[in-house]
C-alpha cells in the first residue's frame, strides 16, 4: 500500500517474489477452492426480457485468450453454463 514505510514495502516485495510458487495463477491450480468462499450467483428477475447489445469486435488475439480463460474456468468446474 502507498502508506507502507519505504522498508517494510521492500520487505513485502522481497517476501512476495520469494513465494511466487505459492500462488495460483490459472483456475486450475486451485482445485480444492470451496466454492462456498468464492461463489457469485446473478439473481435474475424471469420475467426480464435480454437487451440484445451491439456486438463488439475483438482482436483474434484477445478472441483467443478470452476463448482459452473460459475453456480453462469451465473445466476447473469454477463456471457453469
Known sequence: GTGLPELARKQLKSCL?????LFAWHATE????????ACHQ???DPSASAVVQRRRRQS?????AAE??????LEANFISE
Open 30 to 37: 486451485m482445485p480444492g477452492l470451496d466454492p462456498n468462499v
Open 17 to 21: 517474489r520469494e513465494n511466487t510458487d
Open 42 to 44: 446473478l439473481t435474475i
Open 60 to 64: 483474434p488475439e484477445k478472441a483467443e
Open 68 to 73: 482459452k480463460a473460459v475453456k480453462d474456468l
